[in-house]
């Protein structure tokens, strides 16, 4: 503590592991939060300046903090729920802990269902982390084009390929470090009706909710399945309305979608070549890259070294 009241938290800088270094500060920070200092009247929480005793349970109790805070236990059990296992791996990737760290998370899992028969702890946390978690284990990312979308699709909705890497307990890590390369393509703001809220073509926003054609230019404003289509040149929009597709992509398309994501049909905003292809984007946004600075471009890598000691 400083004189002006102060508390700091040093750690050392130069570790590699970040999951180290996140521990290292929620371990410190425990110690403040569980007021350590103020029931020692100590400054400086040194082992030198406790009792084995004192400098025992303040170690378990701020190691108990740091792991609770990093990894709570009812967020890690919404991925459990949805993989069905999780391991070590996972955890440590998932929540930026070290592999030490996972491994105690882990063996705390497994004494909670031996000695409780528990699976599953319900918190109002969850509740602020569930889209993030859903999106992040029931998902899976093209290795064509480098989009995420959910599992239960069987095409991509963006290059209509099926090499798909899945977010499950078995290919997480893989998954984890491929998703750095993900990418996100055009597309057009939809209402609850899956119809444009803007023309994407003419720009009328004189549009009702449930209109299939913009009155003014005709262009198709609803993104749905047309299934096989012959090529270019372009059906009137009248023909679009009529053709085929599968059922499911019928009722309605997100905004980016250039193939049906259910049957891998073309989409009425593609066919109208309102999206670009996606390897014209793709190479756009590859050559956008190029021109910034390493420290943007490279602001995803991550070094991990499992087996730390915290």
């Not at 290292?24 to 403040?32: D, M, N, R």
Request: overall charge neutral.
């Amino acid at each position: 503590m400083r004189k002006d009241g102060q508390f700091i938290i040093f750690y050392n800088d130069t570790v590699s592991n970040i999951g180290r270094s996140r521990f290292t500060i929620a371990h410190e920070l425990g110690h403040y939060l569980l007021k350590h200092n103020e029931l020692t009247k100590k400054t400086n929480l040194s082992r030198y300046s406790l009792s084995e005793s004192e400098y025992d349970i303040f170690e378990k109790e701020a190691n108990y903090f740091a792991k609770r805070l990093l990894a709570p236990i009812p967020l890690v059990d919404t991925y459990l729920v949805n993989w069905e296992t999780i391991t070590a791996e996972c955890i440590e990737f998932a929540f930026d802990t070290s592999y030490t760290v996972a491994l105690h998370i882990i063996n705390d899992i497994d004494k909670r269902y031996r000695n409780s028969n528990i699976v599953r702890e319900h918190h109002p946390m969850v509740n602020n982390f569930i889209d993030f978690i859903n999106r992040d284990s029931q998902t899976k990312l093209c290795l064509t084009c480098k989009t995420l979308q959910p599992t239960k699709e069987k095409f991509c909705k963006i290059c209509s390929g099926k090499n798909f890497l899945e977010s499950a307990y078995k290919t997480y890590t893989s998954f984890y470090l491929e998703r750095t390369n993900e990418m996100k393509y055009s597309g057009f703001k939809l209402n609850e009706f899956y119809r444009a809220t803007t023309c994407p073509k003419c720009g009328n926003e004189q549009l009702t909710e449930t209109q299939n054609a913009c009155q003014v230019c005709g262009t198709n404003i609803m993104n749905r399945c047309l299934g096989e289509m012959p090529e270019y040149p372009m059906t009137p929009s009248e023909t679009i309305q009529s053709s085929g597709g599968c059922g499911q992509g019928q009722y309605g398309l997100s905004g980016d979608a250039r193939f049906c994501p259910f049957c891998g049909g073309i989409t009425s905003f593609y066919y109208q070549r309102l999206l670009k292809s996606w390897e014209d984007e793709k190479e756009e946004q590859e050559k956008r890259l190029q021109t910034l600075p390493n420290s943007f471009s490279n602001n995803t890598s991550r070094v991990f070294a499992s087996g730390a000691t915290n």
